[in-house]
């Protein structure tokens, strides 16, 4: 599975961003997506992800109400809605495909695939 993400950019506060992340591969439905984000000096931290599994949703406190995963096994990819965009939500953001156990749903290192990153610039 290769993935390419997109849809980054620069965003004022309040504002709203929609990532998108394309696979290749007859098998995407059968991977669990999710995304993560890295911000200047910091460590890589989930974001939101969606189980093929019943296809449960899951978010980080911080971006829980703002952002939405969904993902559309038609056209091989997964999106990220962004509203209500803050300064912190600044970072590059990864696609990832994995096929996690529920516990390990939020830990980047059970996913196998990675994009390349988007970068998110949201100004105050």
């Known amino acids: 599975v290769q993935l390419q993400a997109s849809g980054g950019g620069l965003a004022q506060a309040g504002g709203s961003l929609r990532l998108s992340c394309a696979a290749s591969?007859?098998?995407?439905?059968?991977?669990?997506m999710a995304w993560f984000r890295q911000a200047p000096g910091k460590e890589r931290e989930f974001v939101a992800a969606h189980r093929v599994s019943g296809g449960y949703t899951y978010y980080a406190d911080s971006v829980k109400g703002r952002f939405t995963i969904s993902r559309d096994n038609a056209k091989n990819t997964v999106y990220l809605q962004m509203n209500s965009l803050k300064p912190e939500d600044t970072a590059v953001y990864y696609c990832a495909a994995g096929k996690p156990i529920l516990s390990a749903t939020r830990d980047s290192r059970v996913y196998t695939y990675w994009g390349q990153g988007t970068l998110v610039t949201v100004s105050s």
């Open positions: 591969g007859r098998t995407f439905n059968t991977y669990g």
